[in-house]
């Protein structure tokens, strides 16, 4: 089947976090060192240097600091690196700017992660239109260069997984096409890890009998795939590997505003029955909420609690968390500190003398699950917890040997006993 060809644009922002990281710290202290131009790194605890890295300056890569790797070893390679902690915050606002001057080329807007998108821009420029493509591409570089201060890499071509192979070679602040007749020679070469869609595990097995590059997969009998991935994963490999791929860019669906709950109470609650009446309902109601967000494969970041007063006021608190949440006990502990403030605190409407009637509990800023998953805070997040397994592995052994050293000297020493 004969693929149909688009003009696909993929737009990664380069070292996302740490340049976005920076532009803060110029906002906040101007004239200080721009971090982008230093030896520095996004990631873990700063103070106490535990975690991973996040995000690394160009300079620090230079170095041989990688994303993923523990802080600590990565201060091995570069004693001098400036440590920066995540701050989400920013990074929601930066990817929220950059997705609206993106959306102004084309409503055919796929947001990836928080730092990369897909462009459809066929209706714009045909795929045979190439000087077009470049033309349009350095506009969108400019743009966000000169309104939002940080660099993208653009990658062109006439699918999703050659534009997005495009965005990732040389950087910062590049335009790179990977038309399908440029495949041999620009993708082929790569390592087969470095293929999209092409995990660890993947690569691992691929390694194991011989294929290392993309060209070998791509040349590779088909069969051989399937028979060491399975059947879909060996066909997907082989197409990707020779740059077909069919997916679209589908633009994100409209996306509840929020999710929440509210439960008018059987008796009115003030302080003598909050603790009896009122907290097993805000627990339920933390619990709905998180259930019906998990259903939705969404998560969210502010948690909102609310109340109708017995005279029908209605009042509320909410705040923002630092990590996005589906997780019940989450949402209770934070409704229940925002309950304490609002009901019970020195202006609490208890000390009022206001008795309420209904109570609400609700998660807003919502994003769905699959994108948080594909951030980079989720990627490390479960680096570190591979590293902790590791570790954990590791002193587990070394526990074990102790035992087993212990019981080979008892057992020496009970042989003596006995013979004495
Ligand atoms: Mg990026």
Known sequence: MEQEDRTIFHVDVNSAFLSWSALKRLEEEPGSVDLRTIPSAVGGDVKTRHGVITAKSIPAKKY????????????????????????????RKYSHALMEILAKYTPLLQQMSIDEAFLDLTDRIRPQ??????????????????????????GISTNKLLAKMASDFQKPDRTHTLYPEEVPAKMWPLPIGDLYGCGKQTAQKLLLVGINTI?????ADLALLQT????KSGLHIHNSANGISRSKVTPEREQAKSVSNERTLSVD???????????????????????RLQKAGLVGQTVTF??????????????T???????AEEIEATALYLAGQLLNGP??????????????????????????????????????????????????????????????????????????
């Open 64 to 91: 041989g600091v990688q994303t993923g790797e523990p802080v600590v070893k990565a201060l091995q390679k570069c004693p001098q690196l400036v440590l920066v902690p995540s701050d989400f915050e920013t990074y």
């Open 129 to 154: 239109d190439r000087e077009g493509a470049l033309v349009l591409a350095r506009q969108i570089r400019d743009t966000v260069r000169e309104q939002l201060g940080f660099t993208v890499n653009v």
């Open 215 to 219: 060209g070998d997969a791509a040349s």
């Open 228 to 231: 060491v991935l399975g059947e």
């Open 269 to 291: 609650i003030d302080r003598d029955n909050y603790q009896t009446e009122g907290l097993p309902v805000i627990h339920r109601l933390s619990e709905k909420v998180a259930a």
């Open 306 to 319: 609310q109340v109708k007063s017995a005279d029908f006021d209605r009042y509320s608190r909410q705040t």
């Open 321 to 327: 968390l630092s990590n996005m949440t589906d997780r």
């Open 347 to 420: 202006d609490g409407l208890f000390e009022k003398g206001i008795s309420i009637r209904l109570i609400g509990v609700g998660v807003s800023r919502l994003t769905e699950k699959q994108m948080q998953q594909l951030d980079l805070f989720a990627w490390a997040e479960q680096n570190e917890e591979e590293e902790k397994k590791r570790q954990a592995a590791k002193a587990r052994q070394a526990k074990l040997n102790a035992m087993m050293e212990q019981i080979n000297g008892r057992f020496g020493s009970g042989t003596v006993k006995k013979g004495e």
